[in-house]
Structures are given as structure tokens and as C-alpha cells.
């Protein structure tokens, strides 16, 4: 899908993300587009109350959500606390206030690819999607299509996942216990990432494949998520150079892309933004949010009230 934004609104503010004051003074981060992926509703390592307050804190035109939001793979935990059941509800109520929201599917939630194309009001549901923005065509897609483990041992992939979720677990009880002294916390799968040289190798590899796919097809951005490594950076191709840009997750790193006319596309580090390092301030709602705390009739009653204007 090809999407074209045009008459940027002067108004955009193009401050840096993470470098706000008191949560008092705060007001909504304007972007033209905000990108997030990986981010594993539905499981242990989830961090949907930091997301749904970075959430909170933007006043995005465009939002992708860039696969694995939902993560299908593990539902049969029956693991769905009110906090991941909060994030959809804001979703639903962005798209009912007329924020346009691109849902790209990833391995995850790959059982929503075959309803690829399908819309309602304003949001869409795909496999890629193409944003042409001022800086340049940008190319968005999961990237999971690069995945040589995916495409051919599903259930080593699936396996490997257990894995991965046990790790997560674990790691938020060393940070719960870290935090209580006053030490830093860790990212103990990113550490074990950086110390094995075939994961180091398959970065490198994913990244360079996706930059040189994107530069045939002749995009000067390519965003995936995927890989769980936040990263924005030039990459020399044969057909010239193409930024390379990934919005990480919120399991591990927190972080997402975000894109505006002045500044053009930058990484937002949640645990990197002061605001975000004070409690949540109480704050005044606007229609999404309460649509997003509205019960389920109510909030299915308008959402298909915006579907019979917009669909």
C-alpha cells in the first residue's frame, strides 16, 4: 500500500523526543508518523503500561504498528492482564478519533495475513506499506520474510520463543531486585545477543538484506522491526545508499520511530525521556482516551459508528 502525505501543518513541533520537562507541563508530541513493533500483547515480557503512557504522551497523523503487536503465538498461555487489554482499546479509540493507524503483520500474528487489504474506518490492515514523506519514500514491512528459521522450522522458531519468554521472566525479576538497590537495570537476551557471534551475524545480515532489497526497488528508508534492535543508520548497496531504520520493541529496549517534517525520522527511547522517569500525572482526556476506558458495548458502539461514516 502506498500512502502519500502532503501539506505538512507548520504547527508540527519538531522537538526532540525524550528531552521534555515535568509530566505537568507536558503536552502532546506532535509527529507525522510514529512506528512500533514488537510488542508481544499477550505474554510476560510485555511492557503495556509504559507503552499505552508513550502512547499518551504523542498526537501521531499516521501510526504503524509494525508486527508482533499481538502475539497469537501465545495464547494458549491464557495470559491477557487489563493493562495489554488497555493498549487495544486505545488503539480503537486513535482510529475512531481519526488518527490513521497501518497494522502490519509480523510471524506472530502472521494468522492476520490473509485478511491483508481489509479496512475499517481509518484503520488498515497489511503486509507492507509505502509512506512517501518529504525525506524520501520510506518502505515499511515486519521483516520476518528474512527469517531463514522462520520460513522453513516454524516450531524450532516457536521453541526458541518459549525460550526467549522464559529469559524475558526472568530478566524483570533481576530488575525488580536490581531497582530495589539502586543499581541500573540489564537486558539480559541483549546481552547474550551481543556475545554470540551467529546472532551478531544475523543482524548484520537481515540489515544489509533488507537495504539492498529496498534500494532495487528504490526507497531511500527501510523500517522493520522483527530483530528487537532499534537502529537508524546509512547502508552502501550496489544501487547507492539507503537509510536502514528498525523501531526496536517494547519488551526489551521500549523504543519506537518517530517521524517529522522538520527533524526528520528519529528513535524514541522510552527509558531515555525524563518525562517518563516520573509517575503518570493526571491529565486531561481527550475522546480516544475515553473511548479507551469505556467498557466493550460502549466501546464497540463506536467503533461501529465511525465504520458506517468511514468505511
Excluded at 123 to 133: A, C, E, G
Excluded at 171 to 191: D, E, H, Q, W
Aim: neutral net charge; aromatic residues 10%; glycine residues 8%.
Amino acid at each position: 500500500m502506498n500512502v502519500g502525505l502532503a501539506n505538512v501543518s507548520d504547527s508540527l513541533n519538531s522537538q526532540t523526543p525524550g528531552t521534555t520537562g515535568q509530566p505537568k507541563a507536558r503536552r502532546k508530541r506532535r509527529v507525522q508518523v510514529a512506528v512500533i513493533s514488537d510488542v508481544h500483547l499477550g505474554t510476560y515480557g510485555c511492557h503495556a503500561t509504559e507503552l499505552l503512557r508513550y502512547l499518551k504522551s504523542i498526537r501521531p497523523q499516521v501510526l504503524v504498528l509494525n508486527g508482533d503487536i499481538v502475539d497469537i503465538w501465545q495464547f494458549s498461555k491464557n495470559y491477557w492482564p487489563p493493562a495489554h487489554m488497555r493498549v487495544v482499546r486505545y488503539l480503537a479509540g486513535l482510529a475512531a478519533k481519526g488518527v490513521k493507524i497501518h497494522y502490519l503483520t509480523g510471524n506472530h500474528d502472521e494468522l492476520l495475513r490473509k485478511f491483508a487489504g481489509l479496512k475499517l474506518g481509518h484503520f488498515r490492515l497489511d503486509n507492507k506499506l509505502v509512506l512517501d514523506l518529504p525525506h524520501g519514500r520510506t518502505w515499511l514491512f515486519h521483516g520476518d520474510v528474512f527469517d531463514v528459521t522462520m520460513q522453513h522450522s516454524r516450531w524450532l522458531a516457536r521453541l526458541g520463543g518459549h525460550g526467549y519468554d522464559l529469559l524475558i521472566l526472568i530478566n524483570r525479576f533481576v530488575n525488580y531486585a536490581l531497582a530495589k538497590l539502586g543499581r541500573p537495570r540489564v537486558a539480559l537476551s541483549k546481552l547474550v545477543k551481543e556475545r554470540v557471534k551467529s546472532a551478531v551475524s544475523a543482524v548484520s545480515n537481515f540489515e544489509e538484506t533488507a537495504a539492498a532489497i529496498a534500494a532495487d526497488e528504490g526507497y531511500r528508508y527501510v523500517a522493520c522491526g522483527h530483530i528487537h534492535q532499534p537502529e537508524i543508520k546509512p547502508l552502501t548497496t550496489e544501487k547507492g545508499e539507503v537509510i536502514y531504520l528498525n523501531s526496536g520493541d517494547w519488551v526489551e529496549n521500549l523504543t519506537a520511530l518517530e517521524y517529522t517534517a522538520e527533524a526528520g525520522w528519529q528513535l524514541y527511547y522510552y527509558n531515555d525521556d525524563p518525562a517518563m522517569q516520573h509517575p503518570a500525572e493526571p491529565e486531561a482526556t481527550d475522546a480516544a482516551e475515553m473511548l479507551a476506558d469505556a467498557n466493550p458495548a460502549v466501546l464497540l458502539e463506536g467503533l461501529l459508528a465511525e465504520f458506517k461514516l468511514k468505511a
